[in-house]
């Protein structure tokens, strides 16, 4: 599982720009999202410098494979905003992955390459409110025909991005062909965001916690005329082209949720040797000491995890890999749901605060537990993926009765 030296290279200067130029800027991006909308002005700035280093678009297969990029993803993730320096913030990576894997010459002009530059915005419309939108097959936007144009019809919410000032664009899913196969129904329209018929008709929250990156919006599509050609991919489609994005976006978010949990342990160290209760350090309390070092195995374990599953994705492609990126889908965020509870735990009155990053990184371990899809359904594709047993118990040599 070594990295190539070019990537490690990559990850060095990332390492390097992050320490030195990103972080000291935190606390004047906190202070600037707490008043403002939409980028501080120095981000700027920032993205211009890291695309001079070449550290641009370090996501695309050809600059690194999954299993390179996984490590400066998790560097990334140190901070909620990290990722946007370097053009990396979902949901526009996946978005401009399926772009690539779907879009005609003429769609990528105009959306996929706005995107790599880093102009513009995006957002992907899948859940619904009215359905139980872990089954995607449930999904109930209408896409209909009418003469030289598609007419969307529907709702969509938890939409991230579909917020953002810069949004400018977002990928429908809905059904064209009602009398299609399960699978057969759906196909994904190009939507941009100043088309007639679109509203947004509110910004959402998650467990109290304002994406401030990829505002999450409600979205209504009141008798939106888009043109034929804006179909992604062919019609019937749709989710078949919904899994080339998803792969990416689930094994993405699971590579930064490692980085934030690094950051939280670190947290947690500093906090521990620092407070003093009952005449003991924190850090002296066994039950101190066992919450950092479980937090420690069971992030080495999920980063083992993720790398093999990197690897499978860039050796066999997403449709052989699904399983894999199925349980790191599971395992991640489950890991920093625990790790967050723990720091907050250990932080007391000021984990909940906004003067520190737990309850944020608690809430968005909590939301990918539910985003692209929720634990149940991947849970159910893993056990259905395991082999039938060889024996009856009562036949099988590993019983041994009256032994």
């Known amino acids: 599982m070594k990295a190539s030296e070019g990537a490690s290279k990559l990850r060095a200067a990332v390492e390097a720009f992050f320490d030195g130029e990103i972080l000291p800027r935190h606390r004047e991006w906190v202070a600037h ?41 998790e560097i990334m993730g140190r901070l909620p905003w990290a990722s946007e320096v370097f053009n990396g913030q979902a949901p526009d990576v996946p978005n401009m992955i399926m772009l690539q894997h779907a879009a005609t010459a003429a769609q990528k002009q105009r959306w996929l390459e706005p995107l790599l530059d880093g102009r513009i915005r995006s957002a992907f419309g899948m859940t619904e409110p009215d359905v139980a939108s872990a089954d995607a097959t449930n999904i109930a936007t209408s896409l209909r025909r009418d003469g030289g144009e598609w ?66 919006a409600e979205l209504e599509f009141r008798d939106v005329r888009v043109p034929l050609d804006n179909l992604l991919g062919g019609e019937g489609e749709g989710f078949a082209a919904a899994q080339v994005r998803l792969g990416p976006a689930r094994l993405h978010h699971c590579m930064r949720a490692i980085g934030t949990c690094e950051v939280l342990v670190e947290l947690m160290m500093a906090r521990a040797a620092e407070r003093t209760t009952f005449g003991r350090t924190l850090i002296d309390y066994d039950a101190t000491q066992h919450a950092i070092a479980r937090s420690r195995i069971e992030i080495e374990q999920a980063r083992l995890l993720v790398l093999h599953t990197a690897e499978r994705l860039d050796a066999d492609g997403h449709h052989a890999a699904w399983r894999d990126v199925s349980m790191v889908k599971v395992a991640v965020p489950e890991m920093a749901q625990r790790i967050a509870d723990r720091a907050l735990q250990l932080f007391g009155a000021m984990g909940g605060s906004d003067d520190a990053p737990i309850h944020r990184a608690f809430a968005v371990a909590r939301m990918l537990r539910i985003a692209d899809g929720p634990d149940e359904v991947h849970l159910r594709q893993i056990f259905r993926a395991e082999p039938p047993a060889r024996w009856r118990v009562a036949d099988s040599p590993y019983i041994t009765p009256g032994a």
Request: positive net charge; aromatic residues 8%; charged residues 20%.
């Open 33 to 73: 999202v707490a008043c403002h909308p939409g980028a501080p002005p120095f981000l700027g700035p920032l993205r211009a410098r890291a695309r001079e280093l070449g550290l641009w678009n370090l996501w695309q297969p050809d600059r690194l494979s999954n299993r390179d990029y996984a490590p400066i993803a």
């Open 151 to 216: 007419v969307v019809n529907g709702r969509k919410w938890y939409i991230t991005g579909g917020a953002h000032p810069d949004c400018a664009f977002v990928i429908v899913m809905g059904v064209s062909r009602p009398e299609g196969s399960r699978t057969g129904r759906h196909s994904c329209v190009i939507v941009p965001m100043d088309a007639p018929g679109v509203k947004v008709v509110r910004e959402l929250r998650f467990l109290g916690w304002e994406d401030s990156i990829a505002p999450i």
